[in-house]
């Protein structure tokens, strides 16, 4: 008997709990995986680009080495420029980093960020 595993994106939270969700995670790595569904529910459905693109940034920058969070923040940079059509200077630049540190060690930032760099990529038409 199979089961079929069905996947929805998380929603979008309100702005005080996805900031308090994240300061936690980026105190503690226990919190990480809750993290990870609330900033992807951010980059996909929150309205308003400078909040995503703030905790991407907050995110990708003080989440330590090794964190998947690190990963994930470029791809949900991804989701941002393609949702919004653009990213800031800051968000573009730390998307690259992470596309970068993800190809030269992936135990210090997992691939999703190359992802999320194609896609920034793509969606700006950058290529």
Do not use: K
Not at 75 to 103: I, Q, V
């Amino acid at each position: 008997m199979h089961s079929h595993r069905r996947f929805e994106n998380p929603p979008a939270l309100p702005h005080d709990v996805v900031v308090e969700t994240l300061e936690r995670a980026l105190r503690d790595r226990v919190h990480e995986p809750e993290a990870a569904g609330v900033l992807v529910g951010t980059a996909l459905n929150d309205e308003e680009q400078t909040f995503v693109e703030h905790w991407c940034v907050e995110v990708g920058t003080r989440a330590v080495p090794g964190s998947p969070l690190l990963g994930l923040a470029g791809l949900c940079l991804g989701h941002a420029a393609r949702r919004f059509g653009c990213l800031s200077d800051e968000a573009l630049a730390l998307a690259e980093s992470l596309a970068a540190r993800a190809e030269a060690d992936p135990t210090d930032v997992d691939g999703r960020a190359l992802d999320g760099f194609d896609d920034v990529r793509s969606f700006l038409h950058l290529w």
